[in-house]
Each structure stands twice: as structure tokens, then as C-alpha cells.
């Protein structure tokens, strides 16, 4: 669809509620941690510009939620009969119109608070969601003017929220996590980064669903402590690394692929390995990386049927 056609579409559809109205787009932006953040307001039918710039520890949803409010007390401060606010951010609409009395950032109350005054004064006003960066004219307008606020805007009496600041210390935090497991790799746990490690603070499993026994045969092959000959050796809990089988080392490669021991056991895991995983190197390290279920659940009812509770 065509930008003309976007706004087109708009306007027949807002026509009912545009009419007679003072129309506002209101946009935030944050480009990263470190520069300011701007909020903005404008108005084709003023016409108004508004740039604000706030702290950079603001989030994006305190800046959408604080240009909603300068658009609020702008048509209080001046009386406008009649005005329709349009917003992109949903999150922030939702947040003015839920029933709960009391929100956790402040700038939601200002909002409530400044529209009620803005109400009681005579305005009647509409808020309204539209998506971004779809061409809408006002949209995009105002998505410039937030861009230009973060060095042009004007300074206000905004204040960051409690919660705001929460991400603040976190990405701290996460940052800290980040750099010493980097740092440590290299003493301790270095195949396990090598192979394993995201900056993901969620777990491999966190959107599987898969039993306890399950997730902890997988995390204790990924973290190379099982209990097999050659990881035992290795803590000198055992005097050697050979398999019963009599080959010099019994890990977890030699049981699933190698071992004579074991080969009865393994047509159902060589099968599904060979059809999910037909170019892998004969190697079970790289692919429980991100294993699916299933591989999860014959890994682990193959090392059952072999009787070995690693």
C-alpha cells in the first residue's frame, strides 16, 4: 500500500472523529542508553511543534506517555473545545484506560489527572492508537520531532520513574554478569562457553516443555560433568578413563556412537540424528546446543536403557 493510499485509508476511517476536532500526534524515542530521550507533539491543524527532552535513563514508554501529557495540558492551557490525541504506543493508551487506580509510573497518574482537569474545563477529547512507521503523515512527523528533541528539545520538569531506573541497574548488572563469565572462561567452564553460552538470562529450556530428568541429562553433558569413566577420571574420582568395552575412554560420544556395549540400544537416537541431522559430524556436543524435545527425550531414554544414570 502506497504512503497516498495509507493516508487515504486514515483519514476515511478518523473522518467521524477528526471532524471539528484539533488533531495531535504525539511520538517518544530513545536510540540508546547513553543519549537523552525526546518526546514530541505535533499538530497539522495549528500548527504546533513540540520538542521535549527528557533524561536518558527515561524508557521509551515514559517519553510516548509523556508526550500524551504535554499534548493534554497544551489543549487545557488553551482551551481547545474539541481534540483528538493519536498515539502508536498501545501500551501506553492501555495503561491510561485500565481500571487499575494506582500505576506504577507516575506519568500515567499526571496523564489521568491533567485529562480530567482538561474534561471538567469543557474539551472533549479522544485518544486513539495508530501503527508506526506505516506512512501516516502525523505519525511520521512526529517521529522526527522526537528525533530532533533528543539534542534540540526543550527541557522540562520531568522526573524518571522509580521504575525507569530498575533498567538502568539491570542493564548494569547484566553487564557485569556478561564481562565476568568472560573473564572467567578463560581458567574455568571453557568448553562450556565455547559451546554453550548466550547472553540470554533465560535457559536453554525456558520455551520447552520437557521433564526434570530430561533437562538435567542435557545440562550435564553440556557442562561436561556426567557420570561416565572419562569425566569421573578427570576429578580422580575413578583410576581410569576406559570403558568396560575396552576402549581407552568411555565419554558420551563413545557411549552413543562407538561403544559395542551400547549399540543395541541406539537405533531409535542413530535414526532420528541421521534424518534431523544428516551433514553433523558423528558428535553430540554441538547439537544439544539447542535441542528440540525429542532429541532431549531419546538421549535420555537411551542412556536409561543402557542402565547408565549419568
Known sequence: MSTREVNSLFRETFAEFTQGSITFFTDGSKIDSSRAVGASVYSPDLPLEIRC?????????????????EALFFIHQFRIPSAIIFSDCKSVLQS?????????????????????????????????????????????????????????????????PYTDLFHRSKNILDKKRIDYLENAAYTTGNFYYTHYHTDNVKPWYSQLLLSRAQ??????????????????????I?????????????????????????RVKSPPLFKYL?????????????LIRNPTPKLCRLILAFFNSCELYI
Open 53 to 69: 527532552k527528557l533524561p536518558s535513563d527515561a524508557s521509551t514508554f515514559s517519553a510516548e506517555a509523556w508526550a500524551i501529557y
Open 96 to 160: 491510561i484506560t485500565s481500571l487499575n487506580i494506582v500505576h506504577k509510573n507516575y506519568v500515567i497518574t499526571l496523564i489521568r489527572n491533567m485529562y480530567s482537569r482538561a474534561v471538567n474545563a469543557g474539551s472533549r477529547i479522544r485518544m486513539a492508537w495508530i501503527p508506526s512507521h506505516k506512512g501516516i503523515v502525523g505519525n511520521e512527523r512526529a517521529d522526527t520531532l522526537a528525533k530532533e528533541a533528543i539534542t534540540t528539545g526543550r527541557k522540562t520538569n520531568f522526573k524518571v
Open 215 to 236: 533437562i538435567v541429562i542435557i545440562n550435564r553433558l553440556r557442562s561436561g560433568h556426567y557420570n561416565l569413566n572419562y569425566s569421573l577420571h578427570r576429578k580422580n
Open 238 to 262: 575413578v583410576d581410569s578413563a576406559g570403558c568396560p568395552c575396552g576402549d581407552s575412554y568411555q565419554d558420551a560420544n563413545h557411549v552413543i556412537f562407538r561403544c559395542e556395549l551400547t
Open 274 to 286: 541421521r534424518e534431523k541431522f544428516p551433514t553433523s559430524p558423528i558428535n553430540i556436543f554441538p
